[in-house]
């Protein structure tokens, strides 16, 4: 019987550099790397709606265009991989819906964890790793235009960091530093996953 795969998350406000390190972890894992939202023909669809600056969604229309890509993405790619004995590694889970949705624009938590229950089957990363860093640094690092998230104001990603930092600490995710060069944020990293290797 083939050994079922790990699930690792990568978490973190855009432009913190936590791409960069969800596609060398799964290089150097061989496994499979993704991303949410948007992974698959439909989530595709979806992150076009969801990110779109020019058209006006609710708070709660956010979670559930959300939600609904990640039921895809679990059901369409996760799932497979790891049943089949890979490990994934995708850039977003569940922590940025709590971070983004719940502390940025205000929807309660635990409403937000019942319905990430139901999109997700109750599947949670076997290791979430938070890249963290200033968001004057990480705005500094993004390239063109932003989207709906970027572009916000009051706030809202100050708001979003300090989130995933509260997440981190209740949920037993591994922080990194992201505010230093590649190679030393690399190296946090890979001593993370050591640290958890099993």
Same mark, same amino acid.
């Given at each position: 019987?083939?050994?079922?795969?790990?699930?690792?998350? +990568?978490?973190?406000?855009?432009?913190?550099?936590?791409?960069?390190? =969800?596609?060398? /972890? #799964?290089?150097?894992?061989?496994?499979l790397f993704t991303f949410e939202?948007? @992974?698959? !023909?439909?989530?595709?669809s979806l992150r076009t709606l969801?990110?779109?600056?020019?058209?006006? =969604?609710? #708070?709660?229309?956010?979670?559930? $265009?959300?939600?609904?890509?990640?039921?895809?993405?679990? *059901?369409? /790619?996760?799932?497979? #991989?790891?049943?089949?004995?890979?490990?994934?590694?995708? @850039?977003?889970?569940?922590? &940025?819906?709590?971070?983004?949705?719940?502390?940025?624009?205000?929807?309660?938590?635990?409403?937000?964890?019942?319905?990430?229950? $139901?999109?997700?089957?109750?599947?949670? !990363? %076997?290791?979430? $790793?938070?890249? @963290?860093?200033?968001? %004057?640094?990480?705005? *500094?690092?993004?390239?063109?235009?932003?989207?709906? +998230?970027?572009?916000?104001?009051?706030? +809202?990603?100050?708001?979003?960091?300090?989130? +995933?930092?509260?997440? *981190?600490?209740?949920?037993?995710?591994? /922080?990194? @530093?992201?505010?230093?060069? $590649?190679?030393?944020?690399?190296?946090? /990293? %890979?001593? =993370?996953? &050591?640290?958890?290797?099993?």
């Amino acid at each position: 019987m083939t050994p079922r795969g790990r699930l690792l998350a +990568f978490e973190g406000i855009d432009g913190c550099g936590k791409t960069t390190q =969800a596609r060398r /972890v #799964a290089t150097l894992l061989d496994g499979l790397f993704t991303f949410e939202p948007g @992974d698959t !023909p439909l989530g595709a669809s979806l992150r076009t709606l969801v990110l779109d600056p020019e058209l006006p =969604a609710t #708070a709660l229309a956010e979670v559930l $265009i959300m939600a609904a890509d990640r039921a895809q993405h679990l *059901a369409e /790619v996760i799932e497979p #991989a790891l049943a089949s004995g890979l490990d994934v590694v995708t @850039d977003r889970y569940s922590g &940025s819906t709590l971070a983004y949705q719940g502390y940025g624009r205000g929807i309660d938590l635990e409403d937000l964890r019942a319905v990430l229950a $139901i999109a997700t089957g109750g599947a949670t !990363p %076997d290791l979430t $790793i938070l890249i @963290d860093c200033p968001v %004057d640094v990480a705005a *500094a690092r993004r390239e063109g235009g932003g989207d709906r +998230f970027e572009d916000e104001a009051g706030g +809202f990603l100050e708001r979003v960091r300090r989130g +995933f930092l509260a997440l *981190a600490a209740s949920d037993g995710w591994v /922080v990194v @530093d992201g505010s230093g060069p $590649i190679g030393a944020v690399s190296a946090e /990293v %890979d001593a =993370a996953l &050591s640290r958890t290797a099993t």
